[in-house]
């Protein structure tokens, strides 16, 4: 048994998923729709366990990180299982984050997730689901991204192209706020996920 698998055997998560209990030498960083985020003490390693009822979700995220593999855009997977994946553990600020906390999202950064989404495409690959949550700039200023399980659906997803729209029509725009709320933020996301809001309609 790997070690890796010997601290995820740590990690209980009830039939509600709830996270019950994990080994002392893990750190809850990220709680998402269907699995939390650990990251390894005194190393840069994270461990994303899935919840119980959705490992299929483990294997296609695992598969699509596996054909990244090389793009630097992404985090370098060291080892898949039914339901987990450890992968690098980077260090940084989500898009989110940085609007909330105040730190600039420049054009130069939208273009690197431009070119980062780009070389995911050229493997075949249908880059979708892109939030503010799953793009980091790092501590070393590059982009990273991850979540990439949907990258692989057939529907056409707008997300990103939406995202590039409202940083070029309101973000770069000396009127609007370059730290704002969270309550602000979440409220905008459910908006546009509801369809209400006409100028980021398809």
């Not at 209990?21 to 005194?42: C, E, N």
């Not at 991204?145 to 029509?169: F, G, M, P, S, T």
Request: net charge positive; glycine share 4%; charged share 20%.
């Amino acid at each position: 048994m790997s070690h890796y698998l010997e601290l995820i055997n740590t990690v209980i998560i009830n039939k509600k998923n709830r996270l019950i209990s994990y080994d002392d030498s893990l750190k809850l960083v990220g709680t998402g729709r269907s699995a939390f985020v650990f990251r390894m003490a005194s190393s840069e390693k994270a461990i994303k366990v899935f919840f119980p009822d959705f490992t299929h979700i483990a294997q296609e995220e695992a598969e699509i990180y596996k054909s990244l593999v090389g793009i630097t855009y992404f985090p370098t997977i060291h080892e898949t299982g039914l339901n987990y994946i450890v992968m690098d553990y980077i260090e940084g600020y989500t898009f989110f984050e940085c609007m909330t906390h105040g730190r600039i999202i420049t054009s130069d950064h939208i273009k690197e997730v431009d070119r980062a989404l780009s070389l995911a495409s050229a493997q075949g690959l249908n880059p979708s689901d892109i939030h503010l949550r799953n793009i980091i700039i790092t501590s070393n200023n590059e982009i990273k991204l991850i979540d990439v399980a949907r990258y692989r659906q057939v529907k056409v997803c707008n997300q990103w192209n939406n995202l590039k729209k409202a940083h070029q029509h309101f973000y770069c725009k000396p009127f609007f706020l370059k730290k704002v709320p969270t309550p602000f933020l979440n409220m905008v996301a459910y908006l546009y996920k509801k369809g209400f809001i006409p100028f980021f309609r398809s």
